[in-house]
């Protein structure tokens, strides 16, 4: 009874409220007091057929917690702004001009409504609250929610052991559930203009904005997973009838062109039923063609009727500006077009859509988004398969890496030299290994990584010809830190007090390769029995050699014969041990041995150097062995990102966390770990967890 009188209570303001504006209506000076004529059949239909809580009780639900406190957040910022983009009154539709608490009635309008759909998930399992379910939405995660709801190691592999294999991975097609809708930023324009068709009484918005939302729009329209999987749909659909309506347009711009024109226009259109987008005659004229709903086999229609019209409306001024545009600047162009011309339209505009409206043409749009949305279903399940693979792999094994500060260039500075003591590391050098070391066993830190070819500078060790015996590394599985005096044994020592494993690149001498030259066809040059290679080794927190991995794949090493494993500036040009391997030259070469690494905590480790990332060997090689935690060391800088992106997306196309180190950054270095995580680190010495 004391919350049923509370809300008495609560209620009686808005009662006092509509009081005089009823009085108003009354004499005539408010006439917003009626519903629209389209809306009172919809909403007796509605509210008659659902059968479930009444509006008040999803209200009281939502404020009580029942909605995520991160959904009601982005509500109360959205409602906040979108009044601005909502039209005046135009013949029967719109809101009183006397309503100081619409902010509040279109908030309980979209909470009621996240509630609604969340009870439509069901009871969740386990006993979890309602607030844990699996959520996705454009208004983001509190920190407090998992993403997923928790599973045991064993459970997890149950599921995923049927579709996974080590050389591909295929969707488990397990049946589709019924999508759910959820709230995202469009959909506050959407129960505003629903609402203006009830003359802002919010019970009645409430179950227009239902029926619009799961009768006209669908549920899988705003469907929460796949997140929007009907609008990716209608999407596609979309750029397929603007090219049949707009030919001279999509030849110009292309298939791929147009489709990301289209696509650019949708986002902004068909998520926010064109408010904020339409002028406010002819918004409403649309408003009403959509709620009739004039086909009932694709009920969505008149969004893609008239976002086509709108642009084949522009066709000649987006001719025009496509011949002197370039593809990059068409995108922004077109939709600056395209909403300029819909802003100054006449009231009395309607689309040219006699042809599109044809049974067989509705029933091939209609089939067209339904394939798009099927193949968007598709991808999405399968990220969402490979994320749980990659959780799942990293069950019990979390570990901190972070990238080293430094630059390889230093190495090879005129105040930096390293003379022809190989085995000697030079005090400018070592001074950039120590501090970071030092500083990553401070904190906690697993292993620390330093970029490709950090010692050096190879044009010295050249010069200075092959080292005595004693001065050269020794095997992998050797307890570095007892070589006392040499660049690893100083190495293996810091790793082993600071108890964190050194990854790190150099130059360093080896055996003479038997190989040929694969473009001249001649043998490498060697001094003695000896040349200089591209190495990368891994030292345990115990001053162990874990590992030594020779660069296989020579980037853009085509040269003129002479030059050909000499210097190319100061870099000398050698191939592995095991075979020569270019990125011209592909696969003509043996496939090189993988090189994996085994770390105190448990993980395997896989190692590759520079281009070695594009290649099938080694680096699928390392994850047909089950590795799916690969080191990537470098001399890339960021050149407007192009490497960065090369980093990121083979870390979240092969499921793997990709700790890089790269050189001659323009922030100074970059550190990506890929996937799970979904993590760049711009700036040295960032810790990646």
Not at 28 to 48: C, I, M, Q, T
Not at 137 to 163: D, H, I, K, Y
Request: neutral net charge.
């Amino acid at each position: 009874m004391g919350a049923s009188l509370r809300r008495e209570a609560d209620a009686a303001p808005s009662r006092r409220r509509e009081f005089p504006r009823r009085i108003k209506g009354c004499l005539g000076l408010d006439r917003r007091d009626a519903l629209h004529p389209l809306a009172e059949p919809l909403v007796a239909r509605k509210r008659g057929s659902a059968g479930r809580r009444a509006y008040r009780a999803l209200v009281a639900e939502a404020q009580a917690g029942a909605v995520p406190g991160a959904v009601i957040r982005q509500i109360q910022l959205d409602v906040a702004r979108t009044f601005p983009a909502i039209p005046a009154s135009s013949g029967a539709w719109g809101w009183p001009n006397e309503c100081p608490d619409r902010e509040a009635r279109l908030a309980r309008v979209l909470m009621a409504f996240e509630c609604r759909a969340l009870d439509s998930l069901g009871k969740p399992r386990s006993g979890l609250p309602m607030l844990l379910k699996i959520r996705r939405s454009w208004c983001g995660f509190e920190e407090s929610e998992p993403l997923v709801e928790p599973q045991t190691p064993a459970r997890q592999a149950q599921s995923l052991a049927p579709s996974w294999t080590v050389d591909t991975w295929q969707v488990d097609p397990s049946p589709v559930t019924e999508p759910v809708p959820t709230y995202v930023q469009g959909c506050s324009m959407m129960a505003a203009m629903c609402l203006g068709f009830t003359a802002g009484e919010e019970e009645e918005g409430f179950w227009l904005f239902t029926y619009l939302l799961e009768d006209v729009l669908g549920s899988d329209f705003f469907s929460r997973s796949p997140a929007l999987l009907g609008y990716h749909g209608d999407r596609a659909a979309c750029a397929q009838l603007v090219a049949t309506q707009c030919p001279r347009l999509a030849q110009r711009l292309g298939e791929a062109g147009l489709a990301e024109c289209v696509s650019a226009l949708a986002a902004r259109c068909l998520l926010s039923g064109f408010v904020g987008f339409l002028s406010g005659p002819v918004l409403v004229a649309f408003w009403e063609e959509l709620l009739q709903m004039p086909c009932a086999d694709f009920p969505r229609l008149p969004l893609l009727l008239w976002l086509a019209g709108l642009v084949q409306h522009v066709e000649r001024a987006l001719l025009l500006e496509a011949a002197h545009l370039s593809s990059d600047e068409m995108v922004p162009c077109f939709f600056r077009v395209v909403q300029s011309a819909s802003r100054d339209l006449a009231p009395t505009w309607r689309p040219e859509s006699r042809s599109a409206r044809a049974a067989s043409r509705v029933s091939e749009l209609r089939q067209v988004s339904r394939a798009a949305a099927e193949k968007y279903r598709r991808s999405q399940s399968a990220m969402a398969r490979l994320l749980a693979l990659t959780l799942l792999l990293a069950e019990g094994r979390k570990y901190t890496a972070r990238v080293a500060s430094g630059n390889p260039e230093a190495a090879l500075a005129p105040d930096c030299p390293s003379g022809c003591q190989n085995a000697t590391m030079p005090p400018c050098l070592a001074e950039t290994l120590v501090a970071p070391i030092e500083a990553a066993g401070a904190e906690g830190v697993d292993i620390i990584i330093f970029p490709e070819t950090y010692f050096g500078p190879s044009a010295n060790l050249w010069a200075c010809g092959p080292p005595a015996d004693s001065d050269l590394l020794p095997p992998v599985g050797s307890q570095l830190c007892s070589h006392d005096g040499k660049w690893w044994g100083q190495l293996g020592c810091l790793a082993k007090q600071h108890q964190v494993i050194v990854v790190v690149g150099m130059w360093d001498w080896g055996e003479c390769v038997v190989s040929p030259e694969p473009f001249t066809h001649r043998a490498f040059p060697c001094k003695g029995n000896l040349t200089i290679f591209n190495k990368a080794l891994a030292v345990g927190a115990d001053g162990t050699l874990l590992a030594v991995h020779h660069k296989h794949h020579l980037a853009h090493a085509l040269m003129a014969k002479e030059q050909t494993s000499m210097e190319r500036g100061s870099v000398v040009i050698n191939p592995s041990p095991w075979g020569v391997f270019n990125d011209d030259v592909g696969s003509a070469w043996p496939v090189p041995a993988v090189t994996i690494f085994t770390s105190h905590f448990g993980v395997k480790f896989g190692l590759v150097t520079c281009h070695e990332l594009n290649f099938a060997s080694p680096f699928l090689s390392i994850l047909k062995a089950g590795v799916r935690d690969v080191i990537h060391i470098a001399r890339w800088g960021s050149f407007a990102g192009n490497f960065a992106a090369t980093q990121s997306g083979t870390a979240m196309a092969h499921g793997v966390n990709l700790l890089a180190s790269n050189g001659r950054s323009v922030c100074g270095g970059l550190g990506c770990v890929g996937f799970a995580l979904l993590r760049f680190c711009c700036k040295w010495g960032s810790p990646v967890r």
